[in-house]
T-cell receptor, first 112, second 113 residues
């Protein structure tokens, strides 16, 4: 079993839909959770950064962590065509002495 | 100017050639990383360096070598390129002090014929 599992998609939704992107993980030592967005021909860019369990909201984006289920989610409200990208989850243990562990990414298309 | 700069952006070369990909950063970060990205396989870590005197192998280091010339510079070499090393290569940096997000360059698209 990989440390981090992420459905690769592709996921196609109409403009204005609520999008839910998810990752599961197996390492209970993970405490820090991130979501990256990657546009075509660009490097991944940090979108959300959360610590431990709970929710964090930033505009149309909400990151949710459920450590008891080892499950993290990214919700996008009122999705826009400009949200079309690949979304990667990443996580790390508290020590920070090892590199981030990334999911494989989910490709999202928002259709106008 | 970009904070993490990768050169070249695109490269086509032949099997058996030696290739160097370069990464420089202006973020002042101590930690630097090299990844390759392949369709369906996601980002895979090749090498990482937590400071100038530190080099560590990642998940897929065979066939690759690195050099950390300075805090701001981290280069990746393919000693004798082979076609299955055709991929998108990314350099990333992060700050020290606990768990910090990584900041990526825009990648080098490498094709080996």
């Amino acid at each position: 079993q990989k440390e981090v599992e992420q459905d690769p998609g592709p996921l196609s939704v109409p403009e204005g839909a609520i999008v839910s992107l998810n990752c599961t993980y197996s390492n209970s030592a993970f405490q820090y959770f991130m979501w990256y967005r990657q546009y075509s021909r660009k490097g991944p860019e940090l979108l959300m950064y959360t610590y431990s369990s709970g929710n964090k909201e930033d505009g149309r984006f909400t990151a949710q962590v459920d450590k008891s289920s080892k499950y993290i989610s990214l919700f996008i409200r009122d999705s826009q065509p400009s949200d079309s990208a690949t979304y990667l989850c990443a996580m790390s243990a508290a020590s920070g002495n090892t590199p981030l562990v990334f999911g494989k990414g989910t490709r999202l298309s928002v259709i106008a | 100017d970009a904070d993490v700069t990768q050169t070249p952006r695109n490269r086509i070369t032949k099997t058996g050639k030696r290739i160097m990909l370069e990464c420089s950063q202006t973020k002042g970060h101590d930690r630097m990383y090299w990844y390759r990205q392949d369709p369906g396989l996601g980002l895979r870590l090749i090498y990482y360096s937590f400071d100038v005197k530190d080099i560590n192998k990642g998940e897929i280091s065979d066939g690759y070598s690195v050099s950390r010339q300075a805090q701001a510079k981290f280069s990746l070499s393919l000693e004798s390129a082979i076609p299955n090393q055709t991929a998108l290569y990314f350099c990333a940096t992060s700050d020290t002090n606990g768990v910090q997000p990584q900041h990526f360059g825009d990648g080098t698209r490498l094709s080996i014929l």
